[in-house]
């Protein structure tokens, strides 16, 4: 039972970080409804900015955290331009693949330049793990799952209280009625981008600084995390996101455990097929589809 | 306040519009009646912005439209009431209104804040669903959100398509009731409608639209209703 909990705890702090690439891909897609295959690159792109002012220049954390964001959003623009704004018109599908070949490109100009395997990060953290009776807590993941909760209610400000929040909201349910209030899509899809751009920046910092190294495997990595969990959570809906990200992290550490870490991957995947099969809308899915149905019978 | 000349829109080789030329008063409403395909929300749409046309201009108050991009046709005073309402489902009522007077936002919370108590003044069963999901409202309080929404832009000429689509006839009688309140209150109004009937009672000025082209310009008391519905819904071309 302790093992039980302790692994939900390891869970929920690792899955807040899922949770958080989950909610990049969300705003993407629900602003665009196109799926964005770089945004795991374009991140991974700017942890190694930061890594390289850490290890050329001796950086602080504020500053190498500033660079990843920087190096992250910078990346997450040129995506836009691209592969999604200069193929607007064209099928949601080219913008998907457009994004994979970035993808490539991301990922090959990074291994020019960082032909290593691995590189240090600055570490979240050098204190020892706290105890909490029978429970350790890795001070780190704590971090990781404060910020991660601090950035997901930031947003949650951003887009409900403020006037950017709702032209992001307005064009994600129907941009052909935005341009009627006279908001300029290409401006919000831009900056929606930026933004979940710079949220995942956030989320790299934090996870390979808890790992306190960076591969250029990343991409790939968070890639499937996010995609997993946002899918695990229902496409298109943020607190899906955040939910499917804990699921996730709660699986995989209780299959770390019981079954042995070789088996985190096959078990990620196989909850995704059940979900597939069973719940193909996502943990949120239905509550989307009840609304989706109640206005599409009124409209 | 509205010239419209010789317009041609066309969607790749497809040509909607052929050439439109109307005026719309000052003060006045202006209906454009039509068939199904007649190119009447190609029409709004190019006004709008949303669509730019080959060729043609449109004045609006002796300013030339075509070009502008919707956001600076939006600031200039011409709002649109889009066909099937396009209320944003997801967010409250009120966060409708607001969204409405976007462009005004950032200079003055206060006037929007004052406009939407003035809306719902106006449209009471509003202000009663005001925290409510857009999409969860009725087909009327749809469209009643959709006019109060365009009228947060302040505009100076409101365009309306089809306001009485997929309504049922009571609600389609206090749809219009508002427009002739708006009317009343000195907005000026272009209303596209299939619904001749409804439109001719209110209308100062009609025009006809068939496949392109303005096939008849004139008040309601010129041409006997029989024969303006005859050619609204069939059409001059006929199907004999």
Redesign the interface.
């Known amino acids: 039972m302790i093992d039980f909990i302790q692994n939900s705890l390891d869970g929920v702090m690792a899955g807040s970080a899922y949770g958080l690439l989950a909610i990049g891909f969300t705003l993407i897609f629900g602003v665009m409804r196109r799926l964005n295959l770089s945004y795991g690159p374009s991140i991974m792109l700017g942890a190694f900015v930061g890594t390289m002012l850490y290890l050329q220049y001796q950086s602080g954390a504020l500053i190498v955290a500033a660079a990843t964001v920087a190096g992250a959003v910078i990346a997450g623009m040129y995506v836009e331009r691209l592969c999604f704004w200069a193929i607007r018109q064209g099928a949601a599908v080219a913008s998907m693949v457009s994004s994979f070949v970035i993808w490539m490109q991301l990922e090959e100009i990074v291994t020019i330049f960082f032909p290593e395997r691995t590189y240090a990060f600055p570490p979240l953290t050098t204190a020892e793990p706290l105890l909490f009776g029978p429970f350790f807590l890795k001070v780190e993941n704590l971090i990781m799952f404060a910020a991660a909760v601090a950035l997901t209610v930031a947003l949650h400000v951003v887009l409900y209280r403020t ?1 950017f929040g ?2 992001v ?2 064009v994600s ?2 941009p ?9 899509i290409g401006s919000v899809m831009f900056w929606a981008f930026a933004l979940a751009s710079g949220i995942g920046g956030v989320a790299a910092y934090l996870i390979v600084g808890a790992d306190a190294q960076v591969t250029p495997m990343f991409g790939l990595w968070a890639t499937f995390k996010g995609l997993i969990a946002m899918m695990l959570g229902g496409m298109g809906s943020i607190p899906g996101a955040i939910l499917g990200g804990l699921l996730l992290g709660i699986v995989e550490a209780q299959t770390v455990w019981y079954l042995g870490a070789e088996y985190r991957d096959l078990a990620a995947y196989f909850l995704l097929f059940l979900f597939l099969i069973f719940r193909p809308g996502g943990i949120m899915g239905q509550v989307m589809a009840a ?1 989706e149905t ?2 599409a019978r ?2 | 306040m509205l010239e419209v000349s010789d317009i041609f829109t066309a969607y790749g080789k497809i040509e909607a519009l052929r050439g439109v030329d109307l005026t719309v008063d000052e003060g006045a409403i202006t209906c454009l009646l039509g068939p199904n395909g007649a190119g009447k929300t190609t029409l709004m749409l190019t006004i ?1 912005g ?1 669509l730019k046309p080959r060729q043609g201009s449109v004045r609006f108050r002796d300013k030339e439209m075509v070009g502008l ?3 600076r ?3 200039g005073g011409i ?2 009431v ?1 066909e ?8 409250t009522t009120r ?1 409708n209104l ?3 007077a ?2 005004r ?2 200079k003055s919370k206060g006037a929007v804040e004052a406009d939407i108590q003035r809306m719902f003044q106006r449209f009471p069963r509003l202000e009663e669903r005001s925290e409510q ?1 857009a ?5 009327g309080e ?1 469209q009643m959100l959709a006019v109060a ?2 009228l947060m ?1 302040q505009p100076k000429l409101l365009l309306m398509d089809e306001p009485s689509l997929g309504l049922a006839p009571l609600i389609v009688e206090e749809i219009f009731n508002i427009i002739r309140e708006l009317h009343a209150d000195g907005t000026t109004i272009f209303l596209v409608e299939q619904n001749a009937h409804m439109a001719l009672k209110v209308a100062q000025h009609f025009y006809l639209l068939d496949q392109g082209r303005v096939t008849f310009s004139g008040t309601p008391g010129q041409v006997a209703e029989d024969e303006v519905i005859q050619r609204a819904y069939l059409g001059s071309g006929g199907s004999d």
């Open positions: 006037r709702l032209k909201r307005a349910e129907n052909l009625a935005a341009r009627f209030m006279g908001i300029n609304r109640a206005a009124r409209v | 709008a949303i991009s919707p956001t046709i939006v600031a709002a649109l889009p099937n309402r396009l209320v944003f489902a997801h967010m966060e607001i969204a409405g976007y462009l936002l950032s999901l999409g969860t409202l009725s087909g749809q929404r365009a832009a």
